[in-house]
């Protein structure tokens, strides 16, 4: 048995929905047609590719062939979810097969998900890193530990995960992957950073008081409601300085990376008068049941963990020192991911 990273960044629910993992390539053919093997898939690509440098071809060749045949019926495959910036975790159930009927990404695998909507906070940094890989499938092995934990973990809740980790990181030495350290593993990196120290180093209350900061760094007039039967409003905010124009925005705040459901939302909504908007923030991320209730009620906005970490990152220089201090960053330049040598 071998374990497997997948990148997708195209492909969305579908993939869990029915069952599948899948990488792009579509101007390449059912691979099971092309003969000679890795070489056979090169001269494939340069046929729709002639400009291509030898090496850029012999990577992407490298890549579908792994796909096609190096990936066994049994391996366990770890898929980070580009949408939630989630990660997923299952086992491969069948051979390769090429889906002519689907409009994208036919170069496909069936999957049985058995861990889904993972938060990347349950993970080491340096398992993290090493998912983050710029390239399409990649064995993992450095951190295979954390990984079939997660898989073996008693259920797929956030908490008995991440103490099955725990329990493996105990009895293990972790070493930081040394895979180079391009543009977007940086960039994943540093956004993983931003959502842990969200996590782990604020309280709650605290969260409370960085959402309404974070709030005036975005332009908004905003306060931490000081009574208990709110009814699940923790934060008042307006556009107008003195509070007293509409529309007013009413925020609730959950610190915690798991899935919110529908009734928590709607709590909130509940609490929404007329002309009023309703804002929801959290570290994780929602149902698809609450994310139906968003696209069915004007004036609510539901923010994921990810979106506010690009806050973060959008309006860090606006944010007082307190929160400076509490997620450290600094400005760099980093290699592009596509340069070539």
């Known amino acids: 048995m071998q374990m497997w990273g997948i990148h997708n960044d195209t492909l969305t629910n579908e993939l869990v929905d029915e ?42 060749a490298g890549v579908l062939y792994r ?39 036919q170069h496909r695998l069936p999957v049985e998900w058995k861990r889904v909507g993972l938060s990347r906070t349950v993970f080491t940094q340096a398992a993290l890193y090493e998912i983050g890989s710029f390239i399409s499938v990649f064995q993992i092995r450095k951190h295979s530990e954390e990984f079939i934990a997660a898989l073996n973990s008693a259920d797929g809740s956030i908490d008995v995960v991440a103490d099955s980790i ?20 940086i960039e994943r990196h540093t956004r993983d950073f931003i959502l842990e120290c969200l996590h782990r180093r604020i309280s709650h209350n605290e969260f409370e008081h960085f959402t309404a900061a974070l709030l005036r760094a975005l ?40 899935t919110i459901g529908a009734p928590e939302v709607q709590q909130l909504v509940g609490t929404q008068g007329p002309g009023e908007l309703s804002l929801f923030v959290t570290l994780g991320n929602y149902s698809r049941d609450a994310l139906n209730i968003e696209r069915q009620r ?3 906005r539901l923010l994921t963990g990810e979106d506010v970490v690009s806050l973060v990152v959008e309006n860090y220089s606006n944010l007082p020192e307190k929160w400076r201090s509490q997620i ?6 980093v290699v592009a991911d596509h340069t070539e040598l």
């Open 166 to 185: 725990d329990e493996v990181l105990e009895s293990t030495d972790e070493s930081a992957a040394s895979d180079e350290p391009r543009a977007s593993r």
């Open 19 to 60: 069952g599948f993992v899948s990488i792009g390539w579509d101007d390449v053919a059912d691979l099971r047609t092309i003969p000679d093997g890795r070489e056979g898939i090169k001269r494939a690509l340069l046929t729709t590719n002639p400009d291509a440098k030898p090496q850029s071809i012999a990577g992407q």
């Open 328 to 333: 450290p960053l600094t400005s760099l330049l």
């Open 219 to 258: 332009g908004y007039e905003a306060r931490v409601t000081q009574y208990s039967q709110d009814g699940g409003v923790d934060v008042i905010a307006h556009r107008d300085p003195l509070g007293v124009e509409p529309p007013q925005i009413k925020v609730q705040c959950k610190h915690r990376v798991s």
């Open 298 to 300: 004007p004036g609510l």
């Open 67 to 105: 796909f096609g045949t190096d990936i066994a019926v049994g391996d366990i495959v770890v898929a980070p979810y580009k949408p939630d910036s989630t990660v997923n975790i299952g086992t491969v159930t069948g051979t390769y097969y090429y889906d002519q009927n689907a409009r994208t990404h």
